[in-house]
């Protein structure tokens, strides 16, 4: 059946994992590429006129700063962490089914409504200057100055640092500052203005909710705990 009952939340329903506990990394792969895909096609192939994203007082108040850079690169690290960190599979399909869902859903926004940020207001000067600018400046050759809204930066990280938090406190002490970081970084490198930020962390969240409470990725631990019961009833 599609559907199983949960004794707290009722009925869910179940899909196949998508990870495999035994090789990590084959699953880091495939939803690495997935996301590249989801976000690379819409930056390289515009059909659509972008629009430019709308400046809030909070964007004029961030102080445009290369150095930001290395906390925008940390995303990277925080994405891939939680697969061998996270020890509960069902909590790892699920952060995989988000991740890959929210790329989808960002990449059809990027597709149909897309929208850009002005990098021209936002001079870099020589890339030489330093080794954050040298960074920034790679990030910005490879990345068009589209794809902004919502920022998958924010939902991937959103996502990720939620995921860590379930393993335990420690991991939540670590997870939620970084990731606050993150988002702080998208606006002090002017990747992204704070509309892409709240858009980006409203993806990330409903995605997480979703799966977390309206989807039972089935492991098969509940079948197996289901048939050593039968086995040993008398």
């Known amino acids: 059946s599609p559907w199983v009952r949960d004794g707290v939340r009722g009925y869910m329903v179940r899909l196949r994992p998508l990870a495999n506990p035994a090789r990590r990394w084959p699953t880091v792969l495939w939803v690495t590429v997935w996301i590249?895909?989801?976000?690379?096609?819409?930056?390289?192939?515009?059909?659509f006129m972008p629009a430019p994203v709308p400046l809030l007082r909070t964007d004029t108040m961030v102080d445009f700063s290369p150095h930001w850079v290395w906390a925008y690169i940390s995303f990277y690290l925080l994405l891939i962490l939680p697969y061998y960190v996270t020890k509960n599979e069902r909590d790892m399909n699920q952060m995989i089914y988000?991740?890959?869902?929210?790329?989808f859903l960002g990449g059809l926004v990027?597709?149909?409504?897309?929208?850009?940020?002005?990098?021209?207001?936002?001079p870099l000067?020589?890339?030489?200057?330093?080794?954050?600018?040298?960074?920034?400046?790679?990030?910005?050759?490879?990345?068009?100055?589209?794809?902004c809204f919502p920022s998958m930066h924010v939902a991937l990280t959103t996502?990720?640092?939620?995921?860590?938090?379930?393993?335990?406190?420690?991991?939540?002490?670590?997870?939620?500052?970084?990731?606050?970081?993150?988002?702080?970084?998208?606006?002090?490198?002017?990747?992204?203005?704070?509309?892409?930020?709240?858009?980006g962390l409203f993806f990330g969240?409903?995605?997480?909710?979703?799966?977390?409470?309206?989807?039972?990725?089935?492991?098969?631990?509940?079948?197996?705990?289901?048939?050593?019961?039968?086995?040993?009833?008398?």
Not at 36 to 47: M, R, S, V
Not at 212 to 217: E, G, K, L, T
């Open 36 to 47: 590249l895909i989801t976000y690379e096609i819409p930056n390289k192939f515009i059909f």
């Open 98 to 103: 988000s991740y890959v869902v929210s790329s």
């Open 110 to 122: 990027f597709t149909f409504v897309p929208t850009m940020l002005p990098r021209n207001f936002y």
């Open 125 to 147: 000067g020589d890339a030489g200057d330093n080794l954050s600018t040298l960074a920034l400046h790679v990030i910005r050759t490879i990345d068009a100055s589209v794809n």
């Open 159 to 199: 996502i990720a640092a939620l995921t860590l938090g379930r393993v335990s406190r420690i991991w939540a002490a670590i997870s939620l500052p970084w990731s606050l970081v993150i988002f702080f970084s998208t606006i002090a490198t002017k990747q992204h203005y704070t509309l892409d930020v709240l858009g």
């Open 205 to 234: 969240l409903g995605c997480f909710w979703f799966f977390s409470s309206c989807i039972y990725v089935d492991d098969g631990s509940s079948q197996l705990a289901h048939a050593v019961g039968k086995k040993n009833q008398p």
